[in-house]
């Protein structure tokens, strides 16, 4: 799974649906987007296919996304039986907590290797007129319940939006109460997302140290992608950056993205990949869908160009649509 650059692509993110029961600004719309029928999201057995052909060229990451992922049945046995799979070293699943506690017991048990807990403000308020939904409680009782389970790593995914009221250091202390790390992701101008400033690295680092102490770069990978994290002083969890438009890091890229239809995408910001649901459904053996994977990767462009104005292919769906 070497691609053009040179880059060794082990890392999947696979969406299993793009129904969501929040409807955050800057991914859908109030109403939300048009739900795809059942019969056109791949199914479990056609996820798991998939994932052995990948791992069998080298893939040995998975993240399970959405939309929100466990608004869809029986996630944890995708989780269980992913992790079976000869070569996957990990399975974890991104979040926004608010079915956590219903579920987080049984993906303990399925053997899940992290959690990413999406959470953009502490202030209820606030959270209401982000995500269009009254439901920062459930977010919160969702955070204490993987925290039951000390053995499967907890971070928490905030995206910094140019909000004034948006506290980003009152995320931040997240790290000094609980035993977690916090990342800040900066806002991708794709989809509705595109309303919207994003807060540079550099400018958070600020906020950091004023409010915490000294900020040390920490040479410890703590993820499965290309974020990087900090050591601050009074606080226990790492503060971490995924920051693809002010420190593009497209060089460093290891990552492809399936959508929940079987869209397999190279690149976040353009349209091109392969339609891997067609070859499914039609009869393809292992050996033309391996093709196909290989095709994608090969074609992986050498990075984003976010701050182009005009793009050839531009991805065209909101956040939901591809897989957060």
Known sequence: MIDQCGRNID??????????????????????VKSTPH???LRYDEILRVCRIMAGLGISKIKLTGGEPLVRKNVPYLVHELKQISGIE??????????????????????ISGINISLDTMDPVLFREITRRDMLDQVTCGIKAAMQYRDVPLKINCVPMGMERQDLMEIAALARDYPV????IEMMPI?????????????????LREAFGEVTPC??????????????????GK??????ISHKFCNECNRIRMTSQGFLKSCLQYEAGRDLRALLRTGADDREIEAAVRDAILRKPTGHEFLTEQIAE???HCMAQIGG
Do not use: W
């Open 181 to 184: 790390h916090v990342r800040f």
């Open 239 to 244: 503060i971490g950056f995924i920051s693809a």
């Open 39 to 41: 019969e056109d999201i």
């Open 90 to 111: 990990k399975v974890t699943l991104t979040t926004n907590g608010i079915l956590l506690t219903e579920y987080m017991e049984d993906l303990h048990a399925a053997g």
């Open 219 to 236: 040479p410890e990978k703590l993820g499965n992608g290309p974020g990087h994290y900090y050591t601050v002083d009074r606080l226990t």
């Open 314 to 316: 531009e991805e065209s």
């Open 11 to 32: 890392y999947v993110r696979i969406s299993v649906t793009d129904r969501c029961n929040l409807r955050c600004v800057y991914c859908m719309p109030e109403d939300g």
């Open 191 to 207: 989809g509705f997302g595109k309303k919207f400033t994003f807060v540079g690295e550099d400018e958070i680092v600020g906020q």
